[in-house]
Structures are given as C-alpha cells and as structure tokens.
C-alpha cells in the first residue's frame, strides 16, 4: 500500500521554535505516524538537528514531546491523519 502525500503543519514552541525561526512548519510528506513526521520534520528543519532531534534516531530528545490532537506523547507509533493538530513542545509545557 502506498501512502500520498499529504501537508502536515507543525506548530514550534519555546526552542524549536527559536532554533528554526518560525513558529509553524508545513511539512508535504508521505507519513502514516508520528514517526515518519518527526524524520520529516528533521529534513525540512536540519536546525533541530541535535538539541530538539536525534538525527541518528529521527527522533525527540529526552525533554520534548508532541502533542496530537491535544494529547502529549512521546510515542513513535502514533497514527496520524491528515488534518491532525501537532504541536512540538518543551516536556515541562503545560498545566
């Protein structure tokens, strides 16, 4: 099964957003989970690499989380859908 492309808009906050200069990031990838747009979001942001992004791993440093659809997760597997809200956090944002 092949996955379209679709356009994912990434919401930066606190350091992502100082390190790429822009609060919002759209991002036209072929993804299925949070997974796949975090390794997106690395190609389409290489700033993030290293304090926000382990570009070995295409995945968050200890310290940040997603939050997709008002829920926060640090979880790689997370399905999404287009029209999902995400938003990149600092861990230690929110109530």
């Known amino acids: 099964m092949t996955v379209e492309a679709t356009r994912y808009a990434v919401e930066l906050y606190g350091l992502p957003a100082l390190l790429a200069?822009?609060?919002?990031?759209?991002i036209d990838a072929a993804v299925e989970t949070l997974g796949d747009l975090a390794r997106a979001l690395l190609?389409?942001?290489?700033?993030?690499?290293?304090?926000?992004?382990?570009?070995?791993l295409g995945w968050l440093?200890?310290?940040y989380v997603f939050v997709v659809n008002a829920r926060f997760t640090r979880e790689p597997t997370t399905p999404l859908s287009p029209g999902s809200e995400v938003l990149l956090v600092a861990a230690q944002a929110g109530g």
């Open 43 to 56: 190609q389409a942001c290489p700033e993030l690499a290293g304090p926000v992004i382990d570009p070995e």
């Open 61 to 63: 440093q200890r310290g």
């Open 21 to 26: 200069g822009k609060r919002r990031i759209e």
